[in-house]
C-alpha cells in the first residue's frame, strides 16, 4: 500500500515540476505568409526544405503565381579542412564547412534581397586505426550541419516577411 502512494507521490512530483518550467509540445510556427516560391538550384536540402515549409501549412507555388515570399537558391558548398597534424605528420584532426547562398524577396517588392550566406563549422578528430567509425562520424556531421542550415534557413524567413 505505502508502496503504490509512494509511486503516485512521485508521478504526481514529477507532473507538478514538468507542468511548472512551461514545458509544451511544440507545435506549427505562425507565419505571417502562407505562400512561397522557391526557385534557383535544386540543392542537397531542398526536399527537406519544402516538408518544413509543408508543415507550416505553406504553400509552395511557382513563381508566375504571385507568392508571399520568394526565395532563391544561390548554392550550397561544402569543405574540409587540415586544422591539427600531429608530430608525425598525421592528421589529427579536421574541419569541415558548409554553406549555402539564397537571397528572397517579397510579394510587393521587384527587387531581391542581397545575397545571404547562412554557415555551419564543426570539427571533428581523425584516426587512421579507426578510419570507418571517422568516415561514419563525418558523415553523421555533414548531415547535422545540413539540418542545422535548414533551421536558420526557415527562421531567416520567417524573419524576412516580418520586417
Known amino acids: 500500500m505505502t508502496n503504490s502512494i509512494h509511486r503516485q507521490f512521485i508521478a504526481i512530483f514529477m507532473l507538478l515540476i514538468v507542468v511548472s518550467c512551461g514545458f509544451h509540445l511544440r507545435g506549427m510556427t505562425n ?5 512561397i516560391s522557391i526557385e534557383g538550384k535544386e540543392l542537397s536540402f531542398s526536399n527537406n526544405l519544402k516538408k518544413i ?4 501549412n505553406i504553400g509552395i507555388i511557382p513563381p508566375t503565381e504571385n507568392p ?3 526565395l532563391e537558391l544561390l ?3 561544402s569543405e ?4 591539427s597534424l600531429s608530430g608525425q605528420g598525421l592528421v589529427r584532426e579536421f574541419e569541415i564547412f558548409y554553406r549555402i547562398r539564397y537571397r528572397s524577396k517579397t510579394s510587393g517588392s521587384e527587387i531581391w534581397s542581397q545575397e545571404n550566406i547562412l554557415e555551419t563549422r564543426k570539427d571533428f578528430t581523425y584516426s587512421d586505426s579507426n578510419l ?6 563525418e558523415k553523421q556531421l555533414s548531415e547535422n550541419m545540413r539540418s542545422e542550415v535548414i533551421t536558420n534557413l526557415f527562421n531567416q524567413i520567417q524573419l524576412t516577411k516580418n520586417n
Do not use: C, P
Open 31 to 35: 507565419l505571417s505568409f502562407k505562400t
Open 53 to 56: 515549409l509543408k508543415t507550416n
Open 68 to 70: 508571399d515570399l520568394s
Open 75 to 77: 548554392s550550397e558548398e
Open 80 to 83: 574540409k579542412r587540415i586544422l
Open 132 to 137: 570507418i567509425g571517422k568516415e561514419e562520424e
